[in-house]
């Protein structure tokens, strides 16, 4: 005697940003026979904010951001959102260390800036991303995802265009 198939089942825990407050609720997206359910933490409980079939949601995600589109509604839900704040920290304090001339400064914040990835990376996972994204995908939600790989080949991508660029404009210069 075979088992029935089980349709696609799975979590993401994470934290829904508002725009309208700039505040982070807990939250959870759920796949389960054939439907995804956002449910958002408040202190009166949790709250149902939809439950529709797969086939009506668009998932796109990207590093640690799972973003679920309905019916023309967006809702951004991230596996660690302290980890933004800390990046735009990083981002600032790596700029007063190139500015200042600072390079121990500025190796330190490069550590703190991977540090804070992986912190990231971590948390997606822990918080049921890879499976979520899987059990969409086979419940007939339109999914994309762009995850961490990608997403550096990109930024190396770019520094080395750029790179590239002032050496061709710096022989183009002198060459005048």
Do not use: H
């Not at 981002?91 to 190796?107: C, E, N, Q, R």
């Not at 550590?111 to 979520?132: D, I, L």
């Not at 995908?137 to 520094?159: D, K």
């Amino acid at each position: 005697m075979t088992m029935p198939i089980q349709p696609p089942y799975a979590v993401f825990a994470g934290s829904l940003g508002d725009n309208a407050t700039g505040n982070w609720y807990p939250a959870q997206a759920e796949v389960s026979n054939g439907f995804v359910t956002l449910w958002v933490g408040s202190p009166a409980g949790w709250t149902q904010y939809f439950s529709v079939p797969a086939t009506e949601v668009t998932v796109k995600s990207a590093a640690q951001r799972i973003t679920l589109v309905v019916r023309g509604q967006s809702y951004p839900i991230l596996a660690k959102p302290r980890a933004v704040g800390r990046a735009i920290g990083y981002g600032v304090a790596g700029t007063a260390a190139s500015v200042l001339d600072k390079p121990v400064f500025g190796a330190g914040v490069d550590v703190g800036r991977g540090v804070n990835q992986a912190a990231a990376a971590s948390a997606w996972n822990t918080g049921g991303g890879p499976e979520f994204i899987v059990a969409a995908r086979n419940s007939g939600a339109q999914v994309s995802r762009l995850g961490y790989g990608p997403l550096i080949a990109i930024g190396c991508g770019g520094g080395v265009a750029v790179v590239i660029l002032v050496v061709v404009v710096t022989l183009i210069a002198i060459n005048l």
